[in-house]
């Protein structure tokens, strides 16, 4: 971790990156206390960066804070969170797609190209920085998908819920990136053709894919805590 000394809006963006990939990955553990002065003295920053981050962390849903008693990470999403969570999916955004089939501009498919070539970049390179990325670039998609179809209340709705880091952090592997990439480019075929009825069928059958890959975290054991 660099010192200080760096501009401090860089610096609690490297402090940000640094604890979005420990909580992504488990190091840091569901509901385990983040103590600011010993994770200050851990990374060698000040408390100011490190306090800015942990704030943007809470406003992604992957740390929680309590008056008075200080900082937490978020407790991991269970079996039955889970569920419900792919059950809304399944209700809202494919409907969102739809309507993002018949209202989708050309700067809207633009930006979906591109955040799938982003993503296919992260995908090739693997690693942890990478699934870490893929995660941040897939919200994005999704999220430019249904602002495209023009119900802010169904995208406020779905950006509350913090989808994709909940589901990233049960299966930090690879195999989710690679997978996700044909079923993407299936929603954006359907939605250059501006077909409502195959965009929602895309998105369907992504998302119950995808769920059928976060299934099995429930049965692994998660990784080692941060010592």
Known sequence: ??????????????????LL????SLKIRPGARITVDALARELGVSQTPLREALGRLEADGLVHKTPLVGYHAAPQIGRDQFEQLFELRLLLEPYAAGRAAERV????????????????????????????????????????????????LIRTDLARLHTHVHLFRLMFHHRVTAEALDEHAAILRALESGDPAAA??????????????????????????RR
């Open 105 to 152: 501009d050309a700067g809207g498919l633009g930006t979906l190209r591109g955040l799938m070539e982003e993503m296919a970049a992260t995908s090739d390179d693997g690693g942890h920085p990478a699934y870490q990325a893929f995660a941040r670039l897939d919200a994005r998609f999704h999220d430019t998908i249904v602002g495209a179809g023009g119900n802010e």
């Open 200 to 225: 929602e069928a895309a998105m369907r059958t992504h998302i119950e894919r995808s769920r059928a890959r976060f299934r099995p975290a429930f049965e692994a054991a998660p990784p080692a805590d």
């Open 21 to 24: 990939a420990d909580l992504m």
């Open 1 to 18: 971790m660099p010192s200080g000394r760096l501009p401090r809006a860089r610096l609690a963006n490297e402090v940000y990156d640094v």
